[in-house]
């Protein structure tokens, strides 16, 4: 399994993430199915949320009950939780008490005294830098959370958490697929007059910002298209990409879905692509494609194939 340093000194971490947000409704087999499968595939990195699945925090409960990790063993796994959504609002909430309020209860649901890595999720348009690095201190002061980061976050609204926030920021978890790739292919198109490609949104230079600021990009929805929804794999929407695909897929003897990972894995901004899947062979076949080094030439047939202009 291919490695990415987490932020800029960080520790070497898998460049596959085992994402839980579907797990709750899943017996213990199957729970423990799908960690044997990662663990085995290299994967020790597991990424929950407190607002996945029906009740908040059950997704991370479930993943507690079903594994009864022993300490011992708990050492030897990452876990990635999110606070700030408060999805009964429906709101955002960066305040202090809502991000520790809600960091006690994943490490609750967890049966854990510590997460790795909180992720603060989606941005909070009320947010008061200096609410969250009161949170932030106290977390880590009392041992609770070891690195923190964010999702969704365009450059200046890092920035602005970055004026108050003295911990590094490890981690921006942001959508990216070969099929919704912004944040790529803007930097394409620069100064092409009336191509829509070419307008730069507020995430405009994301993934140059981190790559400059240290801050590793996770990729969430890494199947997800843009046409009419859904994954784009297999999907006749996206019939010249796939043609593209299945023929990397032979060519390097590998399932679609491994050159599909590859993609991502191969941008030298080193991301992290995180799986929501909750089937063990498509665990693997992800973890197979984050060890494919697509040639350039390779890499920029998806990006044409996929609709984007490459000049």
Known sequence: ?????????????????????????????????????ARSAGID??????????????????????????????????????????REGPYF???????????????????TDYVDVLLLHRPDALVEPDEVARAFDELEAAGKVRAFGVSNHTPRQIDLLRTAVRQPIVANQVQLSIAHAPIITQGLAMNMESTPQAAVLDGGGLVEYCRIEGITLQAWSPLQGTRGG??????????????????????????????????????????????????????????????????????????????????
């Open 45 to 86: 990195f597991f990424d929950h949320a407190d607002i996945y699945a029906r009740e908040l925090h059950s997704a991370e409960r479930r993943f507690s009950e079903a594994l009864r990790l022993s300490p011992s063993e708990r050492s030897e796994i990452r876990l990635q939780t999110k606070a700030g959504i408060v």
């Open 230 to 311: 859904g994954v784009f794999l297999g999907n006749p929407a996206y019939a010249d990409l796939n043609a593209v695909i299945d023929e990397l897929a032979a060519r390097y003897g590998v399932t679609p879905l491994a050159i599909a990972v590859a993609w991502i894995t191969r941008h030298p901004a080193g991301m992290q692509v995180v799986l929501g899947t909750t089937s063990p062979q498509r665990v693997t076949d992800a973890a197979a494609g984050a060890d494919i080094d697509l040639t350039r030439a390779e890499w920029y047939a998806l990006v044409r194939a996929a609709g984007y202009v490459v000049p």
């Open 1 to 37: 399994m291919r490695s990415v340093p987490l932020g800029r000194s960080g520790p070497a971490v898998p460049a596959v993430v085992a994402g839980m947000m579907r797990i709750d409704g899943k017996s213990d087999d199957d729970v423990r199915t799908l960690y044997s499968a």
């Open 93 to 111: 909430d960066f305040s202090y008490e809502h991000i520790v309020s809600s960091v006690e209860e994943s490490l609750r649901a967890l049966e």
